[in-house]
T-cell receptor, first 116, second 115 residues
Framework: KAGVTQTPRYLIKTRGQQVTLSCSPI?????VSWYQQTPGQGLQFLFE???????NKGNFPGRFSGRQFSNSRSEMNVSTLELGDSALYLC???????????????FGNGTRLTVT | DQQVKQNSPSLSVQEGRISILNCDYT??????FLWYKKYPAEGPTFLIS?????DKNEDGRFTVFLNKSAKHLSLHIVPSQPGDSAVYFC??????????????FGQGTELSVKP
């Protein structure tokens, strides 16, 4: 069974640009979450999508947005990039069908974004 | 305000001995806890979880203990192997977050198992 796939693995952008990251969840998983990992802040929750609807959102500015498609694939977009956006962006998927469904998140290998 | 804390940034253990990684939390609403292992340049890999209705969960060499009154959980690895060398993250979730997509992570503990 294929795992969570994230593309691209590495990305270099300049300040002010925008970027789109892609995530394909494990087959059958309908919940997709995004996390940002930085050395100083650790793993921070960005948002979560289920059946094309955003169900949860972390404390990030509106420059960070996402969407989910009918096949559960998800994209994350960051507009007007800042130097502080340099981080590893991780996507995770799970069954996530109900509030009681504590199925663990399965992570992809991430996209390393560098903003110069 | 860090709701999940791993106070030891690093831990070094001899191969074959027990590794004990600790995690403290402050939010009494947390009801589900997980441990993840992360190698460099890879995403975190799920190891083991525990619901707040239990105080122990075991899976092979890995055992997680939960002490709700102390708001403390620990991961025991017995016996430790060099391949266990990685960063270990503790994570927690609460019903208020409604679904499994939002986890609160600790800062991680880097485990080094020496041959």
């Amino acid at each position: 069974k294929a795992g969570v796939t994230q593309t691209p693995r590495y990305l270099i952008k300049t300040r002010g640009q925008q970027v789109t990251l892609s995530c394909s969840p494990i087959s059958g998983h309908r919940s997709v979450s995004w996390y940002q990992q930085t050395p100083g802040q650790g793993l921070q929750f960005l948002f979560e999508y289920f059946s094309e609807t955003q169900r949860n959102k972390g404390n990030f500015p509106g420059r960070f947005s996402g969407r989910q498609f009918s096949n559960s694939r998800s994209e994350m977009n960051v507009s007007t990039l800042e130097l502080g956006d340099s981080a590893l962006y991780l996507c995770a998927s799970s069954w996530g069908a109900t509030p009681e469904d504590n199925s663990p998140l399965h992570f992809g290998n991430g996209t390393r974004l560098t903003v110069t | 305000d860090q709701q999940v804390k791993q106070n030891s940034p690093s831990l070094s253990v001899q191969e074959g001995r027990i590794s004990i990684l600790n995690c403290d939390y402050t939010n009494s609403m947390f009801d589900y806890f997980l441990w993840y292992k992360k190698y460099p340049a890879e995403g975190p890999t799920f190891l083991i979880s525990i619901s707040s209705i239990k105080d122990k969960n075991e899976d092979g060499r890995f055992t997680v203990f939960l002490n709700k009154s102390a708001k403390h959980l620990s991961l025991h690895i017995v016996p430790s192997q060099p391949g266990d060398s990685a960063v270990y993250f503790c994570a927690a979730s609460a019903p208020i977050y409604n679904q499994g997509g939002k986890l609160i992570f600790g800062q991680g503990t880097e485990l080094s198992v020496k041959p």
